[in-house]
């Protein structure tokens, strides 16, 4: 079983519309949360990161961290074909703070 | 943008050649990492680095070999290329923050094709 798993997707939503996507783990160490994007032939940028539990929103984005469920979320409101991309969720404990765990990424794509 | 380039951007190379892709980094990250990414696999960890000359294993390091003899340069080489090798390669660095943790960012990527 992979430590990380996510819907690969596609996922596929009209402009405007809210999108969830969603990440589960299994080690309950993990503390640190991250989000990344990927346009296609690029390499991932970092969109968000989160710490322990909690929402976190930064303009169209929220991310949320529910620690007992073990299970994160990325959500986008007004969607824009311009978040047409990969999202890849990835994670890092407290005790092994530079090795990354990574969802194989949701593939989303926003119609106009 | 964490500074970080990587060459080739795009190659091809034959079964059985040797292959060396280079990562470079202007801003004197310490741990530096070496990813490939294939389709339903996402990015997978092939070796790290924690420092100059100090590097470890990643969950797929068979057939990789990896030096960092200068803190901005980690060569990956992949000693006899396999077809199984051709995928997407990603160096990435981590990054302190704030709160003591770590964020990791990536460069653009090398596309290697093995024929």
């Known amino acids: 079983q992979k430590e990380v798993e996510q819907d690969p997707g596609p996922l596929s939503v009209p402009e405007g519309a809210i999108v969830s996507l969603n990440c589960t783990y299994s080690?309950?160490?993990?503390?640190?949360f991250m989000w990344y994007r990927q346009y296609s032939r690029k390499g991932p940028e970092l969109l968000m990161y989160t710490y322990s539990s909690g929402n976190k929103e930064d303009g169209r984005f929220t991310a949320q961290v529910d620690k007992s469920s073990k299970y994160i979320s990325l959500f986008i409101r007004d969607s824009q074909p311009s978040d047409s991309a990969t999202y890849l969720c990835a994670m890092s404990s407290l005790y092994n703070f530079n090795k990354f765990y990574f969802g194989s990424g949701t593939k989303l794509n926003v119609k106009p | 943008d964490a500074g970080i380039t990587q060459s080739p951007r795009h190659k091809v190379t034959e079964t059985g050649t040797p292959v060396t892709l280079r990562c470079h980094q202007t801003?004197?990250?310490?741990?530096m990492y070496w990813y490939r990414q294939d389709p339903g696999h996402g990015l997978r960890l092939i070796h790290y680095s924690y420092g100059v000359k100090d590097t470890d294993k990643g969950e797929v390091s068979d057939g990789y070999s990896v030096s960092r003899s200068k803190t901005e340069d980690f060569l990956l080489t992949l000693e006899s290329a396999t077809s199984s090798q051709t995928s997407v390669y990603f160096c990435a660095i981590s990054e302190r923050k704030d709160r003591g943790h770590y964020e990791q960012y990536f460069g653009p990527g090398t596309r290697l094709t093995v024929t």
């Open positions: 801003e004197n990250h310490r741990y």
């Open positions: 080690n309950s160490a993990f503390q640190y």
